[in-house]
């Protein structure tokens, strides 16, 4: 089973709808990450998480945000979904003070 | 101007040549450089790991960081097929966990 999932893997959503993005991970590492992905642009990070009571924006957070219900499951919400939102979303995770970030498979996300 | 730059290519090599990849960045305070490999519908995945300048190898890979000019480079040695993917840079400074990231180049390796 995959360390890092991340559902749904595929959305279809229409202007002005509210999505939900889940992530949930199995390696019990503390910190969590959200990031889209664009082309051209690479990845951009939108909230991260260091640990349930430990939350913060990223460098794009405007129109989104985030919930850390557990150590292993961190969300990110849409709460009035724009076309400029499409995009590749994917959760990352990593061990307290290292740098390597573990990827989860990603949600391609189409808003029309 | 982005912080980290990244040629998008599409680069298309045919296989068993040498595959050479780079990233220029900005920011004179990067400590640590990674490439990450994505294949297609896939996660970025952690493929090299260095610390500061100098050179890293593991298998066909070899990471170069040349902290002078700010510029790093990926070289792939007897590119397979396999090696089919989108590579990524990523950089950051020694006492932040934030992660820069290069735009990707998309790699095709052609049997």
């Known amino acids: 089973d995959a360390d890092v999932t991340q559902t749904p893997r595929n959305r279809i959503t229409k202007t002005g709808k509210r999505i939900m993005l889940e992530c949930s991970q199995t390696?019990?590492?503390?910190?969590m990450y959200w990031y889209r992905q664009d082309p051209g642009l690479g990845l951009r990070l939108i909230y991260y998480?260091?640990?349930?009571?430990?939350?913060n924006k990223g460098e794009i957070s405007d129109g989104y945000s985030v919930s850390r219900q557990a150590q292993a499951k961190f969300s990110l919400s849409l709460e009035s979904a724009i076309p400029n939102q499409t995009a590749l979303y994917f959760c990352?995770?990593?061990?307290?003070?290292?740098?390597?970030?573990?990827f989860g498979p990603g949600t391609r996300l189409t808003v029309l | 101007q982005k912080e980290v730059e990244q040629d998008p290519g599409p680069l298309s090599v045919p296989e068993g040549a040498i595959v050479s990849l780079n990233c220029t960045y900005s920011?004179?305070?990067?400590?640590?450089f990674m490439w990450y490999r994505q294949y297609s519908r896939k996660g970025p995945e952690l493929l090299m790991y260095?610390?500061?300048?100098g050179n890293k190898e593991d298998g066909r890979f070899t990471a170069q960081v040349d902290k002078s000019s700010k510029y790093i480079s990926l070289f792939i040695r007897d590119s397979q097929p396999s090696d089919s993917a989108t590579y990524l840079c990523?950089?950051?400074?020694?006492?932040?966990?934030?992660?820069?990231f290069g735009a990707g180049t998309t790699v095709t390796v052609r049997a």
């Open positions: 920011n004179s305070a990067f400590q640590y």
């Open positions: 990352a995770t990593s061990e307290r003070g290292l740098s390597e970030q573990f």
């Open positions: 260095t610390y500061s300048s």
């Open positions: 998480s260091f640990d349930v009571k430990d939350i």
């Open positions: 990523a950089m950051r400074v020694s006492n932040d966990y934030k992660l820069s």
């Open positions: 390696k019990g590492h503390d910190r």
